[in-house]
T-cell receptor, first 111, second 114 residues
Framework: DAGVTQSPTHLIKTRGQHVTLRCSPI?????VSWYQQVLGQGPQFIFQ???????GRGNFPDRFSARQFPNYSSELNVNALLLGDSALYLC??????????FGPGTRLTVL | AQKITQTQPGMFVQEKEAVTLDCTYD???????LFWYKQPSSGEMIFLIY??????QNATEGRYSLNFQKARKSANLVISASQLGDSAMYFC???????????FGKGTKLTVNP
């Protein structure tokens, strides 16, 4: 079975622009979570969606938003990009809370 | 609030030897779960092992085992028979029972020497 997939793998944007990151969960997984990992740190939780409903939100500004589609794929949107938004964005999917499986991530660079 | 502390920024081990990576946690919830992930330089977080707070036995998955000491709030990862491919960052994480939100530590960089 295919694992969690994310697109694009790399992205370069300039300050003030908007970005959309995409995630497809493992088949059968209805929960998708998004994390931001800046260099040298552990991932930080941004959002969790289950059956298209937001189930959790981390301490991130309103510039960050997400949604989940009927096929359980998800998008993370970031508006008005700042230099500090440069990070690895990870998507995770799960069937139960006892295991979350991560995708390869999207490396976002904001210039 | 939940918190994970990993006090070893870097660890070195000889190939074929065992190594223990330390993790302590803080939570006020009686129901929680503890995870270990491996992150190679490619960036992908690879799920290794899970321990629930009510699990009676310490979790094991192949060469990985979790030394869970609930009273001391520690959840150390033991890797037996280290291999060169084990060189990576290792992260400990916790979640509250019923929640998907993971709180990660800062990680430990493991280097396996030939």
């Amino acid at each position: 079975d295919a694992g969690v997939t994310q697109s694009p793998t790399h992205l370069i944007k300039t300050r003030g622009q908007h970005v959309t990151l995409r995630c497809s969960p493992i088949s059968g997984h209805k929960s998708v979570s998004w994390y931001q990992q800046v260099l040298g740190q552990g991932p930080q939780f941004i959002f969790q969606y289950y059956e298209k409903e937001e189930r959790g939100r981390g301490n991130f500004p309103d510039r960050f938003s997400a949604r989940q589609f009927p096929n359980y794929s998800s998008e993370l949107n970031v508006n008005a990009l700042l230099l500090g938004d440069s990070a690895l964005y990870l998507c995770a999917s799960s069937f139960t809370s006892r295991a979350q499986y991560f995708g390869p991530g999207t490396r976002l660079t904001v210039l | 609030a939940q918190k994970i502390t990993q006090t070893q920024p870097g660890m070195f081990v000889q190939e074929k030897e065992a190594v223990t990576l330390d993790c302590t946690y803080d939570t006020s919830d009686p129901s929680y779960g503890l995870f270990w992930y491996k992150q190679p330089s490619s960036g992908e977080m690879i799920f290794l092992i899970y321990q629930g707070s009510y699990d009676q036995q310490n979790a094991t998955e192949g060469r990985y085992s979790l030394n869970f000491q609930k009273a001391r709030k520690s959840a150390n990862l033991v890797i037996s028979a280290s291999q060169l491919g084990d060189s990576a960052m290792y992260f400990c994480a916790i979640h509250q029972g019923g929640s998907e939100k993971l709180v990660f530590g800062k990680g430990t960089k493991l280097t396996v020497n030939p």
